[in-house]
């Protein structure tokens, strides 16, 4: 529109009111540009790949995107100030006091994701509440839901249907208010002065990948015990931008402790959870493979106190 084009302070100035109005209501948001992605780049997009996990904001500075996500207002104006190019806000799923789930209904696949939802809550039993609705510029809608504080709504792409997304714990839903390169986002009629209403219970199941069974003989579902719960807990905990990446170096981690194998299944039902498809992250876990077995016998080639082939790092 021509408001963002020729007027971006004033498009700027928009946004950050509206996402001020929405951090009132308890909603953590940060600055998104005319494309929707967050508006400030990481400060270590230039650094080296961590060792250990991903920086979530702990170096103190900003542009960690979903994670810089705030109520506080003070905090909310500095995102802005250091993104003066913003034209619009995403709202944070998962984080208290709401737990947001987005459920959003797609136009850009051939499928109608509106009569597919209807066909799911006919077949599964279950009733949309009254709740907000956001309108999208491409004429698409998102159904804003609450989950209950201790249940981890993981993000999924077509999984519940082809066309519906769900935005959970690490997603975020564009705010409306916000002017994309498309057009405007807008609370549809009638829905303005809702507030999110709980997600039906036969939903939230459809949206949790079932657990798992035990292994035959094993001492539980997960292989390797704490260390391997807690690299499938680092898989759980990505968003999207970093869940091919947290699933690389969690599963380099497991071969290069000798329990690969045995934790390829429980990572790839992590990686299921945020979103990446069976294939995806069978692929990436095998890739994981290769290069440990690859340093792995680098390292047999080694002499001893030799320092490392050009391009692979010293312990």
């Known amino acids: 529109m021509a408001t963002t084009d020729r007027y971006p302070r004033q498009a700027a100035a928009l946004a950050l009111a509206h996402a001020l109005s929405a951090a ?4 953590a948001v940060i600055p998104l540009t ?39 207002p003070a905090r909310i104006r500095a995102l802005f100030a250091a993104a003066p190019w913003a034209t619009g806000y995403g709202i944070a799923c998962g984080l208290p006091p ?34 907000i609705i956001v309108l999208t510029p491409s004429g698409g809608r998102h159904l804003w839901l609450t989950g209950p504080p201790d249940v981890v709504v993981p993000n999924s792409a077509g999984r519940l249907a082809p ?22 986002y807008a609370t ?11 997600c039906p219970r036969a939903l939230l199941r ?16 997960t292989a390797g015990g704490a260390h391997g719960r807690g690299l499938v807990q680092f898989v759980l905990a990505a968003h999207e931008g970093q869940r091919n990446t947290r699933l690389f170096w969690a599963a380099c981690r497991a071969y290069e402790d000798g329990i690969g194998p045995e934790l390829t299944e429980d990572l790839v039902v992590a990686a299921q959870r945020t979103g990446l498809t069976p ?37």
């Open 98 to 131: 709401h737990h947001l789930i987005g459920v959003d209904l797609d136009t850009k696949s051939d499928t109608d994701s509106a009569a597919a939802l209807r066909s799911l809550a006919a077949r599964h039993r279950f009733t949309i509440p009254p709740t």
């Open 163 to 184: 066309g519906i997304d769900i935005r959970g714990a690490g997603g975020y839903l564009v705010g409306p208010g916000s002017r994309t390169a498309h057009g405007a």
């Open 188 to 198: 549809a009629p009638g829905t303005a002065h809702l507030t999110p209403a709980p």
């Open 24 to 27: 009132e209501h308890g909603l």
């Open 206 to 221: 459809l949206l949790l990948p079932p657990p798992r069974a035990p292994r035959p003989g094993g001492s539980g579902p």
């Open 279 to 315: 294939r995806e992250a069978r692929g990436t876990i095998a890739s994981a493979a290769r290069m440990t077995a690859q340093r792995a016998h680098l390292d047999l080639r080694r002499p001893p106190g030799a320092s490392s082939p050009p391009g692979v790092p010293d312990d």
């Open 34 to 72: 005319r494309t929707k992605l967050p508006a400030l780049r990481s400060p270590h997009r230039d650094a080296p790949a961590p060792a250990g996990p991903p920086c979530h904001g702990e170096c103190g500075r900003l542009g960690h995107g979903v994670y810089d996500a705030s109520t506080d």
